[in-house]
């Protein structure tokens, strides 16, 4: 796949994710990408994004509070990659040109 059609296909399917984190009452946000993320990171190429989790308005940061997100992620697309497998839970990427 071309970068464009991995990115296109990256929106589309955090796109399911979001709206099944809606469907099942979950507080899920945007995170502030671009601002923590080294340059040539799949952030800045439009494949990566981090997203934050909140419980009755408290931001979630453990790994662990994302795995049902991660799971759920996983199964929506062969190019899904969790962070959560490397102890960066809020990440959700496609894989392109061999990065994560």
């Known amino acids: 796949m071309t970068l464009r059609e ?3 296909a ?5 796109g399911k994710l979001l709206v099944w984190a809606n469907e099942q009452g ?8 671009g601002l923590k993320h080294r340059v040539g990171s799949l952030h800045y190429s439009g494949c990566a994004v981090d997203l934050n989790k909140y419980r009755d308005g408290v931001y979630l940061t453990a790994s ?3 795995r049902d997100l991660g799971e759920y992620w996983l199964t ?6 969790w962070g959560g497998s490397w102890g960066d839970g809020n990440h959700f990427s496609f894989t ?3 990065r994560s």
């Open 76 to 81: 929506l697309h062969p190019l899904a990659r």
């Open 96 to 98: 392109f040109s061999g």
């Open 26 to 33: 979950l507080e899920v946000a945007l995170g502030p990408d």
């Open 6 to 8: 991995t990115r296109i």
């Open 10 to 14: 990256f929106t589309y399917t955090l």
């Open 64 to 66: 662990e509070d994302y």
